[in-house]
């Protein structure tokens, strides 16, 4: 019997998935319990299993392709099965690869081809051949965003690349594979030997921009899964969520020299923590002081967490994920550095579990890195605040009676006046200020 391969909830939030890569090709035997295909889910790339033996007979979402979560992307079935009413039939919810790409009112200019088509490219079909790139009408390439810019840091001509999704589409998977052949070569670096890195450099990593004058006025960029999760929740967020903000600032002189101090002290292990592995430290302690910042919105009741979880905002490629340390008031400064550090880095690559970026009770963003002294941010759902963190800079004081130069660190907390109270976020910044301005609080 036929078994129908279901675009599965991989993730809490996730609503659509888009195929990065299938990793069973149509013919191949298939084993319940194989890894069928990589998905990119809202937050990031996760593993579709096969849920019963036999043959991957038909693929109906190509790499590229996005479909809801329930719709069937594939059939897996024996070699004599019937399978016609799958094979015939893409989700209607996929345009047509063969499909010309739309116009935009009164400019001529053709967008590019939706990455969610089902029907398979001529580079897929025995016997046809297909040109290195598919072109749009206006002879402008076909290829996802990834994939152009993947070309360009490694100034590869898009040209030379057989496009394998839909219509002819390069994708990011072809990128890859040319560069593995040894096929790229440098802007402006010699050529090297066939299968060689190119070496980068300056020029090359970062290309002086071109504004074609004769080419498309504009390009439409299609959504990513996480682009379209951070919109969505923006919107829930910041219309019906009724924010007002908080800031305080913070002498940073103690804290630094406390974590010189540390970073010594781990310099033996290899180990160091930042600013803001001590900063997400003193967080999560005045949490446990004022529960009342420590909570959920729930509608009908605020819900207090007696458990402290801080999600810590990370940027990423499309956008930003905020993986999750759980009991961050328990644990130590150079435990939290190594968490953030390691869920971070899988964070970048989209390889995080679930359960690695859902369940804050409390959020972190730091902008400081970026040269940015004071910002607001918006509250993450259900939760009732979020601390946005400034980079520290040396400003004159008066201390004493005295002007004096002192790194100085602004935070902004945004608080869901719902939930959380201005005395009520006053107080848990003071507490935070303290522990800051002097970390011996945060271990007595």
């Known amino acids: ?66 479909a809801p979560v329930g719709e069937v992307i594939g059939v897996i079935a024996t070699a004599d099965e019937d399978i016609g009413s799958f094979a015939s039939a893409a989700p209607s919810t996929a345009p047509s690869a063969e499909a010309p790409a739309a116009e935009a009112p009164g400019t001529g200019s053709a967008s590019p081809s939706p990455a969610g088509a089902a029907t398979p490219s001529p580079a897929d079909v025995p016997g046809v051949s297909v040109p290195s790139a598919a072109a749009t009408g206006n002879g402008r390439i076909k290829a996802s965003p990834v994939a152009r810019r993947l070309a360009e840091e490694a100034g590869l001509d898009l040209a030379s690349v057989a496009g394998s999704g839909p219509g002819g589409r390069i994708v990011k998977s072809d990128i890859e594979s040319a560069l593995a052949a040894g096929t790229a070569a440098a802007v402006g670096v010699p050529a090297t030997a066939p299968g060689a890195t190119p070496v980068p450099t300056a020029a090359a990593a970062m290309p002086a921009p071109v504004m074609a004058l004769d080419g498309p006025e504009f390009e439409d960029v299609p959504l990513t899964q996480i682009r379209k999760t951070i919109a969505r929740r923006l919107t829930e967020s910041i219309g019906p969520v009724p924010h007002f903000f908080l800031n305080i600032h913070v002498d940073m002189t103690r804290l630094m020299a406390a974590r010189k101090r540390i970073n010594a002290m781990l310099e033996a292990r290899g180990e160091k923590v930042s600013i803001n592995d001590m900063i997400l430290k003193a967080t999560a302690l005045a949490l446990t002081q004022h529960p009342a910042c420590n909570v959920h919105w729930g509608g009908e009741y605020i819900r207090r967490h007696n458990r402290v979880h801080i999600g810590v905002a990370v940027a990423v490629e499309d956008g930003l994920i905020t993986p999750v340390i759980r009991d961050a008031n ?86 869901d006046h719902r939930s959380i109270d201005g005395a009520t976020g006053s107080r848990f910044l003071q507490t935070l200020k303290a522990m800051l301005e002097d970390p011996v609080v945060m271990v007595v």
């Open 1 to 66: 019997m036929a078994t129908k391969v279901h675009m599965e909830a991989l993730s809490p939030t996730m609503e659509e998935g888009q195929v990065v890569k299938w990793l069973k090709r149509e013919g191949e035997t298939v084993a319940n319990g194989d890894v069928l295909a990589e998905i990119e889910t809202d937050k990031a790339t996760m593993e579709l299993v096969a849920r019963g033996d036999g043959i991957l007979r038909v693929v109906l979402i190509q790499e590229g392709g996005t």
């Open 330 to 415: 328990a644990k130590g400064v150079a435990q939290i550095a190594r968490e953030v550090k390691d869920m971070a880095a899988r964070a970048r690559v989209k390889k995080l579990l679930p359960e690695e970026y859902t369940g804050s009770t409390f959020s972190i963003s730091n902008l400081g890195m970026f040269g940015i002294h004071e910002f607001t941010a918006v509250i993450n759902p259900p939760e009732g605040g979020i601390l946005a963190i400034g980079g520290i800079e040396e400003v004159p004081v008066v201390v004493d009676g005295e002007l004096k130069a002192q790194p100085r660190m602004t935070v902004t907390m945004s608080c």
